[in-house]
C-alpha cells in the first residue's frame, strides 16, 4: 500500500491539540477530515508528536496509507481548500513503506517566544510575563539540561511504563529588544517537557530561584514551587530524517 509524508504548519490556538478528540477541534481530526474528503476514503493521519492545546507548530510532520496512487500536487492543492485557514500542508511526497513520522525522526526542534514587552501583534505567538530576565542567568539554567538526562521531573508525571530517558542536543537563548527565543532540540520530548524547562529556567532568570535549580529537578530534590510556561509561547519548529528534508 502506498504511503505519503507531509509537513505541516497550524495556529495551535484553534485547536485542542494535535490528537483526535471526541467532540474537539483537532488538527489531526480536521486532516483526516480534510483527505477522507479528497480521497473519498478513511485516512489515518499518523503525526511526528503530539503537541497540546496551544501549542503551534511550522514543521509537524505526519504520514498516512492509501490505496491508490496520488497525483500529490492536486492532492495537496484540495487538501489546503478543504481545511482551515489555521492549517497548511507542505512538501506531499510518496515515500518508502517503512517510513514513520514518529519513529524514523531522529530530532525535533522546539521555539518557544518570551516577549520582553507587550505586543499586540505577536500576542497570539509569544509569552508576555511581565518581568525583567538575566539573561546570563537564563542561558546558565539551560545549559545545565544538555546532554542525556532522566527528564521524569520535568514532564506530566506518567506511569505507562514507556522510559523518561531523552538527549538534549541544544539549548540556547537569543534575545533582542522584543524577543527572547529558546530553541531546545532533542532525539525525544516528553509530555510538557520543554514547557517545564523554561518555566524553571525563566523562575531561575527572574532570580525567584537559585542557580543549579535544574541540576535539583533533575536530580529529583527540588522541594520548592514551579511555574509551566503557557502553550502559546511554543512552536514545534523541526523535525529531522536521515531522508526527508523539506521547506
Known sequence: MPRYRFAVEYLGSAFAGWQVQPGQSTVQG????????CLRAPIAVTGAGRTDAGVHASGQVAHFDSEVELEVRRVQ????????DSVYIRSLERCPPDF???YSALSRRYRYRIALRPTALFGALAWYPGFRIDLDRFRG????VV???DFANFCVPRDDGKGTECEVLRAEATADAAFLEVTLEANRFLHKMVRSIVGAAFEIGRSALPGGTMRLILEGTFRGERIWAPAHGLCLERVAYADYDYV
Open 30 to 37: 480536521e486532516l483526516e477530515r480534510a483527505f477522507g474528503i
Open 77 to 84: 492543492r484540495s487538501i489546503n481548500a478543504l481545511t482551515s
Open 100 to 102: 514513520h513520522a514518529r
Open 141 to 144: 539554567a539551560l545549559s545545565e
Open 147 to 149: 546532554g542525556r538526562h
